[in-house]
């Protein structure tokens, strides 16, 4: 996963891109803030944390997958069988 796949899953689908690149990484900071404000053990949130983001990442990596998929069947489809 490159940096210019990222941005051209942003820029196809600018909503499914948030929604699972940062926004459980927004959720996971915000998790985290929350117990450190309020004096909890660090331990819960940490693995939280962790977990989010790493369904962030595994999330990104599909959705990236997928439409490289989708551009290849497009391709595909265009040519006339033989």
Known sequence: MSGSELLALARADPGRAFTYTALPVLVAAAQFANSL???????????FALALVAFAVAATQYHIAARRV???WSATAEQPAD
């Open 70 to 72: 989708d551009e290849a």
């Open 37 to 47: 404000v309020h004096g909890v053990s660090l331990l819960f949130p940490a693995l």
